[in-house]
């Protein structure tokens, strides 16, 4: 190592002892905690894992979560897409309150959302009686978990957007404006193709998130077995029945479903890194 | 999570787009914010404002109550200072050194995005109980890591770090090597330079970090609940005292508590957002 490199760089010792301490720390706080789900999930071996999945209420909260999934995320990459359509390719006044109100759903107690929709939805809600003498139920029911779901994940999509596309301006669309296509064609043929990545970067947060949201969703639902629980309440419920093989099965589900959007992402950062929003996530 | 989007103030000010779509997608934006976000916040404002200040006052303030913000606030804070410097020195690492497994070490940072509050909390509690990997030696030692608010501290860790590693890292990779090796020439040492040169210039986003660790900490309920114990006036966080008041259909206590957490989230995300509207513009500078 020349000289100019030992005076901006750290001594062999000190760097490996940095990287250890790193590493030390990270498996303390995150590899022994995501080991141990696999552990106590397996604990009784591979029939006791494959029961506990088995289990009919096990089976209707995997399926409420995909079912919750696949209403929430549409909703919001659309609604995503649209925010940052309308805040990137034109000018109006209040734009960047929209912003700021975009980034609100981060900063609130998935508890705080969750008792959110209960004022409205709730029996003593706003719409309690209405709701009641139609015979429509949100609260402790399914909508409500789609609802708490929704503003917990609301973010996700649109703060991937709007910075990438405000980086890419608006000269293409333009151009395309000129040639005469009309607005649709101009959103899938010339900023789709442009924005891709991000989208599907967002997307994935979006459903990571939907999948395993727990507060927000833990308040509205009410938790009826069978009915109203998704895979982090089920996993709830089971673990404060003691019934820990179950709860660690269920949750080695959600855990592995973790480790597939980490795989996803990475791998979107190394191959598109250029095609998404800069800064981290 | 770090990145804030500034809005572009020099294209096209002034002029109006000539891109369609506006009407469709600025309506359905309004209604998506207006049905999910606005209206929610407006009937728990107003469902507080009903309670009147006298019963409100009671319900927020109460003693069980201020010893849930305590703990809530308290152990968020105490997290998030942990994280500042752990999550620096890992940022630090993963941006400066080559080591086999880098890359994997630095996808795993994000773990805590990605797994399921509830997964975090029963895992957390499984190795840091006193029959737990890291729990038992250290109930041997006499220190009870579960069960009590240190175990609060250590769910919040785990939902922190990567909420700092995520902002410190970009600013550390921006920053260019030259100024290091003047202050080398003219004989600083590799300390004072760290001292003197870099911590300054990765200060603010290491506080930036810092800030929105703790203010997620403060909310947090999934990953806290399993592994704190839960007693009153003990361990019981202010997310669950919520809960706790909803299971007993106390709206009206359950309302005045979340009106002070949302309040002080609101205030934490406008602070965040002044301090780093002001970096950006330091940093353009």
């Known amino acids: 190592m020349s000289a100019k490199n030992k005076a901006v760089s750290e001594s062999f010792a000190t760097r490996l002892l940095l990287i250890l301490a790193a590493v030390l720390y990270v498996a303390l706080i995150l590899v022994l905690p995501l080991a141990s789900v696999f552990r106590e999930a397996f604990r009784h071996g591979v029939a006791a894992f494959a029961g506990a999945i088995a289990e009919p209420d096990a089976i209707s909260a995997i399926k409420l979560t995909f079912t919750v999934a696949a209403i929430s995320v549409p909703v919001n990459m659309i609604c995503g897409v649209a925010a940052a359509w309308a805040i990137t390719k034109h000018d109006f006044k209040g734009k960047s309150l929209l912003i700021s109100l975009i980034d609100v759903p981060f900063s609130i107690s998935p508890v705080v959302a969750g008792l959110m929709y209960l004022l409205l939805f709730g029996a003593q809600g706003w719409f309690g009686d209405w709701l009641l003498a139609h015979d429509i139920r949100i609260a402790f029911a399914k909508p409500g978990i789609v609802l708490a779901t929704l503003i917990v994940t609301l973010p996700f999509v649109a703060r991937e957007l709007i910075p990438l596309m405000q980086a890419q301006g608006r000269e293409e669309e333009e151009a395309a404006l000129t040639l005469g296509a009309p607005g649709w064609r101009i959103f899938l043929w010339v900023t789709l193709p442009n924005i891709r990545w991000g989208l599907l970067y967002g997307v994935l947060l979006t459903n990571a998130r939907a999948m395993g949201e727990f507060g927000a969703v833990s308040v509205i639902s009410g938790h009826i077995r069978g009915e109203t629980n998704t895979m982090p309440l089920q996993v709830e419920v089971l673990y ?22 980490l795989v996803v992402k990475t791998l979107l950062e190394w191959r598109h890194g250029d095609q998404l929003a800069a800064g981290g996530h | 999570m770090a990145s804030r989007s500034q809005p572009s103030r020099r294209k096209g000010r002034g002029r109006h787009s000539p891109l369609p779509g506006l009407p469709l997608t600025l309506t359905v934006t309004i209604l998506w914010l207006t ?8 009937a728990l404002f107003a469902k507080s404002v009903t309670l009147g200040p006298g019963h409100f006052i009671e319900a927020a303030f109460s003693p069980r109550a201020i010893a849930s913000y305590r703990l809530s606030f308290g152990a968020a804070l105490v997290a998030a200072a942990i994280n500042g410097v752990f999550g620096l020195l890992v940022a630090w690492v993963l941006v400066r050194y080559r080591f086999p497994g880098r890359r994997l070490f630095g996808a795993l940072v994000d773990l805590p995005f990605a797994l399921p509050t509830a997964v975090a909390g029963i895992a957390l509690t499984a190795v840091y109980a006193n029959s737990g990997w890291v729990g038992k030696p250290a109930s041997a030692l006499g220190l009870h890591l579960a069960y009590n608010p240190i175990g609060v501290v250590i769910a919040l860790t785990f939902i922190g770090l990567p909420f700092v590693v995520r902002t410190v890292e970009p600013v550390l990779a921006d920053l260019g090597k030259g100024i290091e090796e003047a202050a080398a020439t003219l004989g600083a040492g590799r300390l004072t330079i760290f ?11 290491v506080i930036t970090g810092f800030a929105l660790a703790f203010a997620r900490g403060v909310g947090e309920y999934g ?3 399993f592994i704190a114990g839960n007693m009153p006036f003990k361990s019981e966080i202010s997310p669950l005292l919520i809960v706790t008041k909803l299971e007993e259909y106390d709206y009206a206590g359950a309302t005045a508590i979340a009106t002070v957490l949302l309040l002080a989230s609101l205030t934490l995300l406008l602070l965040i957002n002044l301090w780093q509207g002001r970096e950006h513009r330091r940093r353009a500078a």
């Open chain 1, 240 to 261: 404060n029945e003691y019934n820990f093989v179950a709860a660690f099965a269920v949750a080695s589900l959600l855990a592995g479903l973790a480790l597939v959007t």
């Open chain 2, 35 to 42: 049905i999910l976000l606005l209206l929610p916040l407006v």
């Open chain 2, 195 to 205: 001292r003197r040169v870099i911590l300054p210039e990765i200060f603010p986003s």
């Open chain 2, 223 to 225: 990953s806290v609940i």
